[in-house]
């Protein structure tokens, strides 16, 4: 790993890998479960954790010897509520900003993944790389947080249609580091959960085979968010490969769709989808060339 010492001073404009977009869930302290308060004076702003996820992951790749999963302990990230535009509306009431926090839950995700690879069948491929010893030792390092909400949702070179439900064109901001452009969108979760109940609600009413699949991702988008305070934030951090077309509009096309799709307007909605599917096309590309 030595040789890795200097990784975030060598890609010191980097806050993250760039093709994996995150939806992460920012709680305030005194919600965050009692496993995870002894990080709470390492938290880190998102920019600086990103780094710290990244220079480890290289690390982890780059020597044979390290182990094959995340670590069970990380730095939380850290926000200001008012971080989310609207955030900063409700704090003009006179509640004072206060910081939130994002417990990334590396290991337990990972853990799940394999756990799925195993309940489906026919893809021994987690087994094959990671030593059933090894999860079970992993399983054991995350067993006071089998009962915690799981606080992120990721994906790799491109955002899930249902994501942009959560946001609008306002829900938009951008923060720097050394000179480069950070994006990402952020709001409370309350607004976001009322949000993605009316597209729910106005997909599963529209009906057609072709939106049954969307439907079922804002509900569960839906109940997931249901596990947070109305003090919590949902934030969809960009992966760096979206640069090119920020400030994104996906959350002005999602929001398009479903009021034509309330209006009984299924041609106008579907135009609407597809301009948000051809934006983010060129990144599905790169992610079959890969």
């Known amino acids: 790993m030595a040789q890795l010492l200097q990784v975030g001073r060598t890609f010191r404009s980097a806050t993250g890998v760039p093709h994996q977009f995150a939806l992460r869930v920012y709680v305030p302290a005194e919600e965050l479960d009692a496993v995870y308060a002894p990080l709470l004076p390492r938290a880190l702003p998102p920019e600086e954790a990103g780094v710290n996820e990244l220079t480890e992951q290289l690390a982890r790749l780059a020597e044979p010897g390290e182990e094959p999963l995340p670590p069970a302990v990380e730095p939380l990230w850290t926000l200001p509520f008012s971080a989310a535009p609207r955030g900063r509306d409700m704090l003009a009431a006179g509640v004072g900003d206060f910081p939130v926090y994002h417990p990334p839950q590396r290991l337990r995700r990972s853990l799940r993944l394999v756990a799925l690879a195993e309940e489906e069948g026919g893809q021994p491929l987690p087994n094959l790389l990671i030593p059933e010893d090894v999860v079970r030792a992993a399983g054991e390092q995350v067993t006071r947080e089998h009962f915690v909400p799981v606080h992120a949702r990721q994906s790799a070179f491109t955002v899930p249609m249902a994501w942009f439900a959560l946001f609008t064109p306002e829900d938009h901001t951008e923060s720097f580091h050394h000179g480069n452009r950070v994006h990402r969108c952020a709001v409370p979760v ?49 992966g760096a490969l979206a640069d090119p077309f920020q400030p994104d509009e996906s ?40």
């Open 251 to 290: 959350p002005q096309d999602f929001e398009d769709a479903v009021e034509l799709l309330a209006s009984r307007d299924a041609n106008g909605a579907a135009v609407a989808f597809r301009r948000l599917m051809h934006r983010w096309l060129p990144l599905a590309h790169l992610e079959s060339a890969s």
């Open 190 to 238: 309350d607004t976001a959960t009322l949000r993605v109940a009316h597209a729910a609600q106005v997909v599963e009413d529209a009906g057609g085979e072709d939106l049954e699949e969307l439907a079922d991702d804002l509900t569960h988008l839906g109940r997931w968010l249901g596990a947070f305070s109305a003090n919590s934030l949902v934030v969809l951090h960009y």
